[in-house]
């Protein structure tokens, strides 16, 4: 599930992302998943049904991939290793694959919540009309 | 004197009489603008129709060249018609759904063998919500890989489970595959997983929609709508559609060949039999012959009449009262198929099947009394105006004669031919039946269900 987060708003400033990019740079070498070879969006809770619907949708593919990393990432965990420099995960595969299906879910969910909220009014012809 | 809560109800009676006047915009004896008969026009390259019969109510359908036959690939026309009303470019499925519902209509998408339909039935001041809606449909929807897996898959694969358990559309879709082979033969559901395991994804069917909902290969029809508003709101919404069709569907535009031929289907759940002959194309098409209409319901099966056999052939010559016989005259765009349903027990069916022909060569002979043929030609001309009255058969029936020859289906042409038939004509029909090969579709007990040619049938 997408969590709140303060990213948004320093990526649209210039001057605040120049200025933040190498602490999120070193905050996220430091979380260690990447000497893993894990993904961001592979480390996202997955114990909601949100993310769980997500997961059902992701192609073929990916989901692949992604039980390969996960499967990975245990093997090495367990061997308390970290795997060699060059498989580690580079900046540019780190994509959010799973975030966009899950804000597109989030998205359908709170369109459900708005319908049903919504407060019905007649329209202004047939209320003239008086029916 | 006048007690307080009586003057309060008059009151209130007079703003309900005030109330209902406006949805009744004519009075019942004062015909709509012209009678039944569609007018038909085109707006930037979409044909439409339209008629304004009186009434609160209105219908919209867009009828597309896109049936079974049209498909290029197994299961496309049923997967495009369960894709239909699904998530867009602008909306969502739920978004579609709840707004429809608050204007309170009825949307509905199916597909017979030639016409893949989209319909909408609505308040006659809402139209031009429904015509964008219906543009939207067709040029906008978006071709999800979960909505296919979610939603989609889930339909063809009931619609494949209620096609395996039911051995009369199991037969009635054998022998229009014996008489047609491809195109008009194909069946209109999976009667295996392949279509759908090994054809189908969203990509093909998102491919199928450009060609499908092409300009030249819709209709837009109206039962119930202005023609010049129909005109402006189509010219408006519809120009969105693509004006050419992404392939040509050319195997299938051919005319139609008949083959016939003989199929044994073995079943568990029931018996059914059919016994198909070349039948006539639609009024609207080329090949049309009232005959066939007459000839049809001389040899019917069904009664009109609650507690009687009715005065057709079959149903006085049919095994048992608890078999059911029922003869359609399936007529499409290029060609026809002329057949009798049996269903019920075995021996009955094997036993009506024989009484099908017997009676065939009967009419063949000349042994049918004037009387009879009367009544066959009363009850096929019935059938056919009570048929082309329903707004929904007059819809598809319209939009396809559109698409195919800019011709819409005029009731009043039909019944007038239906009337013109003479006892000749319906004794060369039934001549012509036993010289041409049949199409005879066994499905159930093949141990008591007879071959064609025990039957006397050519195949």
Not at chain 2, 197 to 223: H, R, W
Not at chain 2, 280 to 304: C, H, M, N, R
Not at chain 2, 333 to 348: K, M, Q
Not at chain 2, 406 to 421: C, F, L, N, R, T
């Amino acid at each position: 599930m997408s969590a709140p987060s303060f990213a948004p708003a320093i990526l649209k400033r210039q001057w605040l992302s120049k200025w933040f990019a190498p602490f999120a740079k070193w905050y996220v070498n430091a979380a260690g998943y990447r000497q893993l070879g894990l993904r961001a969006d592979d480390i996202l809770s997955e114990e909601n049904d949100v993310v769980q619907l997500a997961l059902k949708r992701l192609p073929a593919k990916e989901a692949y991939d992604r039980s390969y990393r996960l499967r990975r990432a245990f093997q090495c965990s367990v061997s308390h290793q970290l795997l060699p420099k060059e498989e580690w995960t580079k900046d540019e595969e780190d994509t959010p694959y799973l975030q966009s299906i899950v804000e597109q879910i989030e998205a359908e969910m709170k369109e459900r919540e708005d319908l049903e909220a919504m407060i019905v009014t007649k329209r202004a012809a047939h209320k003239a009309e008086g029916h | 004197m006048l007690s307080r809560s009586s003057a309060c109800r008059g009151a209130a009676r007079s703003v309900c009489q005030k109330a209902v006047r406006p949805a009744q915009r004519r009075g019942l004896a004062a015909p709509a603008s012209g009678s039944f008969l569609y007018q038909n026009g085109e707006a930037k390259g979409v044909k439409f129709a339209s008629r304004d019969l009186a009434g609160p109510t209105a219908t919209l359908a867009l009828v597309s060249k896109a049936g079974s036959r049209y498909q290029p690939l197994p299961g496309l026309s049923e997967a495009l018609a369960f894709y239909a009303f699904r998530n867009t470019e602008k909306r969502s499925t739920l978004r579609i759904i709840r707004e429809s519902e608050l204007l309170g209509s009825e949307l509905k998408a199916f597909h017979t063998r030639e016409n893949l339909v989209l319909e909408a039935k609505f308040l006659r001041d809402d139209l031009p919500y429904f015509v964008e809606l219906l543009a939207e449909v067709a040029s906008k929807s978006k071709f999800e890989h979960h909505t296919y897996n979610e939603e989609v898959l889930p339909l063809i694969h009931f619609a494949h489970q209620r096609f395996l358990a039911d051995p009369k559309d199991m037969a009635i879709n054998s022998a229009h595959a014996l008489a047609f082979h491809k195109g008009l033969g194909n069946a209109t559901a999976s009667s295996s997983t392949i279509p759908y395991t090994q054809y189908l994804n969203p990509s093909v069917i998102e491919g199928f929609s450009k060609t499908a909902f092409a300009k030249p290969n819709v209709a837009v029809v109206a039962n119930g709508a202005d023609q010049a508003e129909l005109q402006r709101w189509v010219g408006e919404f519809f120009d969105t559609l693509p004006a050419q069709p992404l392939e040509e569907m050319s195997v299938a535009s051919e005319q139609s060949k008949y083959h016939g031929g003989e199929e044994r289907i073995a079943h568990a759940r029931g018996n059914a039999m059919v016994i198909a002959f070349p039948g006539s194309s639609s009024a609207t098409g080329k090949f049309y012959k009232p005959e066939i209409a007459v000839l049809g319901s001389l040899l019917g099966g069904d009664s009109a009449i609650k507690w009687s056999p009715g005065f057709t052939i079959l149903g006085n010559t049919k095994a048992s009262p608890s078999t059911k016989v029922h003869t359609t005259s399936s007529m499409y765009s290029d060609a026809g198929l002329l057949y009798t349903t049996i269903t019920g027990e075995a021996r009955n069916v094997a036993a009506t099947a024989q009484a099908v022909v017997d009676a065939i060569k009967k009419i063949a002979g000349g042994e049918i009394s004037k009387e009879q043929i009367h009544k066959a030609r009363a009850a096929a001309k019935f059938k056919e105006l009570e048929y082309g009255q329903q707004i929904e058969a007059g819809l598809e029936l319209t939009g396809a004669g559109l698409i195919h020859g800019s011709k819409p289906y005029q009731i009043d042409e039909v019944a007038k031919a239906i009337d013109g038939v003479s006892e000749e004509a319906i004794k060369n029909a039934a001549k012509s039946l036993l010289e041409t090969r049949a199409s005879v579709s066994a499905v159930g007990d093949l141990w008591v269900l007879p071959y064609a040619e025990d039957l006397g049938l050519k195949v």
